[in-house]
C-alpha cells in the first residue's frame, strides 16, 4: 500500500510538473498563448498590421525573429488602410518579406474591389503574392455561396493577372468549409487556427497559419498593443523558394526603394 501511495505521488508530481512546464512555455508578456508552434520545426515567423497598431517600427519587429509582414492595404470598393504605405515603404527598408492583403467584401462587386487594391498596392516584383482576407464580419444575412465563390474567382484572376503570381487567401475554417471546400479555385492558403495546428483540424493543405491573434511584441505605438502572429510551413530556404528567390542567392536590396 505504502509503494502505491509513493508511486501515486510521484506520478501527480510528475503531471504538475509538466503542467508547470507548459503554462511558463505559453504564458508570455503576461497574455496566455493558444499556440507556441516550435520554432524548430517553424522556423519562419511573420505579422500581419494595419492601422489598428498605430506607428510601427519595423526595424524593431524585424531584430525579435519576424521574417515577413503581410499588410491590410484595402477593404471593399474605397476603403484604403491609412498607415499602408508607410508600412509598406519602410517594412521593405528594414528587410522583411512584404505582401499585402484586401479586406474582402460581400457587399460589393469583384471587379471594384479589385481595382481599389491595384490602385494602392506597388506591382513589386520581390513582394509577397497578394492576399484575400476572407471572414465574416457579421451574423446575419450571410451572403449566398455561388455568389461569393463567383466574386472571389474574379478577384482571384484578376489580382493574379495583375501581380503575375497566385493569390493567397486568408480564412477561417468555417469559411472555407462554406465558401472554398470541393472548389476548383486556385489560391494558396492561409489558415487563422488559434487553439490548435491547422493540421489537426481540417485537412486541406495550408502554407501559412496565424497561430496567435493577441501576440505582443515591441515596436509599434499609438494603436493596440496586440498584434496577429504568424507561421510559415516549411524551412527557410522553401519561404525563400516561395518567395521567388533563388537559393543561396543575397536578398535584393530594397532600401532604397
Known amino acids: 500500500m505504502k509503494n502505491k501511495r509513493k ?7 510528475s503531471a504538475v510538473l509538466v503542467c508547470g512546464l507548459l503554462l511558463s512555455h505559453s504564458f508570455q508578456e503576461g497574455k496566455l498563448w493558444f499556440n507556441m508552434p516550435s520554432k524548430s520545426r517553424y522556423p519562419v515567423r ?8 498605430g506607428q510601427m517600427n519595423w526595424e524593431r519587429i524585424a531584430e525579435q525573429g519576424v521574417t515577413f509582414a503581410f499588410l491590410k492595404a484595402t477593404e471593399g470598393s474605397g476603403t484604403v488602410d491609412d498607415c499602408f504605405a508607410d508600412n509598406w ?6 528587410g522583411l518579406y512584404v505582401g499585402a492583403y484586401h479586406f474582402f467584401s460581400f457587399d460589393s462587386a469583384a471587379e471594384t474591389q479589385a481595382d481599389n487594391y491595384c490602385a494602392v498596392v506597388p506591382d513589386d516584383a520581390d513582394a509577397l503574392p497578394p492576399v484575400i482576407d476572407l471572414e465574416y464580419y457579421r451574423r446575419d444575412n450571410l451572403p449566398d455561396v455561388q455568389d461569393v465563390r463567383e466574386n472571389l474567382r474574379i478577384l482571384l484572376e484578376r489580382l493574379q493577372s495583375a501581380y503575375g503570381k497566385k493569390p493567397i487567401i486568408y480564412t477561417t475554417k468555417k469559411c472555407w468549409e462554406n465558401y472554398l471546400k470541393g472548389t476548383d479555385l486556385e489560391y494558396t492558403l492561409w489558415i487563422r487556427s488559434i487553439f490548435k495546428s491547422p493540421s489537426r483540424s481540417f485537412s486541406p493543405e495550408w502554407t501559412f497559419w496565424q497561430y ?9 505605438t499609438g494603436g493596440d ?19 521567388g528567390y533563388e537559393i543561396g542567392a543575397p536578398t535584393p536590396d530594397r532600401t532604397e526603394k
Open 7 to 13: 508511486q501515486f505521488m510521484l506520478l501527480m508530481l
Open 46 to 53: 511573420g505579422v500581419d498590421a494595419s492601422h489598428y497598431q
Open 89 to 94: 515603404n519602410n517594412a521593405r527598408a528594414a
Open 212 to 220: 496567435n491573434p493577441r501576440g505582443m511584441l515591441d515596436g509599434y
Open 225 to 243: 498593443v496586440l498584434i496577429d502572429l504568424n507561421i510559415f510551413r516549411g524551412s527557410q530556404e522553401d519561404f525563400r523558394r516561395f518567395a
